[in-house]
């Protein structure tokens, strides 16, 4: 059964300061990771999706690597918004048996 | 708008009861992800449906179960209530049966079991 950490548990920044966090996994025994961002009240939204070969990808201000050797991956946000803030989540696909997430970052960005 | 409908928004029923909840996944796609968010716990994924077949099973109970129709649609269907499933109910749907495909998000259903 994979196991998915994520850290850290929360975070506090300033605006426009850029933050990082990580997604652990202990093998690379997967298909893909996902990293998705979930507004409160809202519902999850897709990232990024992940493959073991893949590179690091990018959308505006955020982008995510992935270390299969190392077992983690980052997510980094550049010029921290307050809009950014959101509880960030991986979850790694299993080929297709079972999608196991972690249990989030919740990150607070202060104006 | 993710262009994946839930209903209900809400319910709220008695123990022992059972509820049917709906998922039209976005136009296009076929695969379809019903996932439990219980209080104080994180995403845990139940069962996956693939162009009307199950393709993946998770945390799912026996009480509960799921099926995806022809004009794939699905539905998640929860008998013998009990408090502890009280949860908000997502479904999720991809473009195809891998997991190189990005999930879109439903608005959810939240069950009360008093």
Same mark, same amino acid.
């Given at each position: 059964?994979?196991?998915?950490?994520?850290?850290?548990?929360?975070?506090?920044?300033?605006?426009?300061?850029?933050?990082?966090?990580?997604?652990?996994?202990?093998?690379?025994?997967?298909?893909?990771?996902?990293?998705?961002?979930?507004?409160?009240?809202?519902?999850?939204?897709?990232?990024?999706?992940?493959?073991?070969?893949?590179?690091?990808?990018?959308?505006?201000?955020?982008?995510?690597?992935?270390?299969?050797?190392?077992?983690?991956?980052?997510?980094?946000?550049?010029?921290?918004?307050?809009?950014?803030?959101?509880?960030?989540?991986?979850?790694?696909?299993?080929?297709?048996?079972?999608?196991?997430?972690?249990?989030?970052?919740?990150?607070?960005?202060?104006? | 708008?993710?262009?994946?409908?839930?209903?209900?928004?809400?319910?709220?029923?008695?123990?022992?009861?059972?509820?049917?909840?709906?998922? =039209?996944?976005?136009? &296009? /796609?076929?695969?379809? $992800?019903?996932?439990?968010? *219980? !209080?104080?716990?994180?995403?845990?994924?139940?069962?996956?449906?693939?162009?009307?077949?199950?393709?993946?099973?998770?945390?799912?109970?026996?009480?509960?179960?799921?099926?995806?129709?022809?004009?794939?649609?699905?539905?998640?269907?929860?008998? =013998?209530?009990?408090? &502890? /499933?009280?949860?908000? $109910?997502?479904?999720?749907? *991809? !473009?195809?049966?891998?997991?190189?495909?990005?999930?879109?998000?439903?608005?959810?259903?939240?069950?009360?079991?008093?």
């Amino acid at each position: 059964i994979l196991n998915v950490e994520q850290s850290p548990q929360s975070l506090h920044v300033q605006e426009g300061d850029s933050t990082n966090f990580t997604c652990s996994f202990p093998s690379s025994n997967f298909y893909a990771l996902h990293w998705y961002r979930w507004e409160t009240a809202k519902s999850p939204e897709a990232l990024f999706v992940m493959t073991l070969n893949g590179d690091e990808k990018k959308k505006g201000r955020i982008s995510a690597t992935l270390n299969t050797k190392e077992g983690y991956s980052y997510l980094y946000i550049k010029g921290s918004q307050p809009e950014d803030s959101a509880t960030y989540l991986c979850a790694l696909d299993n080929y297709g048996q079972n999608f196991v997430f972690g249990p989030g970052t919740r990150l607070s960005v202060l104006p | 708008d993710s262009g994946v409908t839930q209903t209900p928004k809400h319910l709220i029923t008695a123990t022992g009861q059972r509820v049917t909840l709906r998922c =039209s996944p976005r136009s &296009g /796609d076929l695969s379809v $992800y019903w996932y439990q968010q *219980s !209080l104080d716990q994180g995403l845990q994924f139940l069962i996956q449906y693939y162009n009307g077949e199950e393709r993946a099973k998770g945390n799912i109970l026996e009480r509960f179960s799921a099926q995806q129709f022809p004009d794939l649609h699905s539905e998640l269907n929860l008998s =013998s209530l009990e408090l &502890g /499933d009280s949860a908000l $109910y997502f479904c999720a749907s *991809s !473009l195809g049966l891998a997991g190189v495909y990005k999930q879109y998000f439903g608005p959810g259903t939240r069950l009360t079991v008093t």
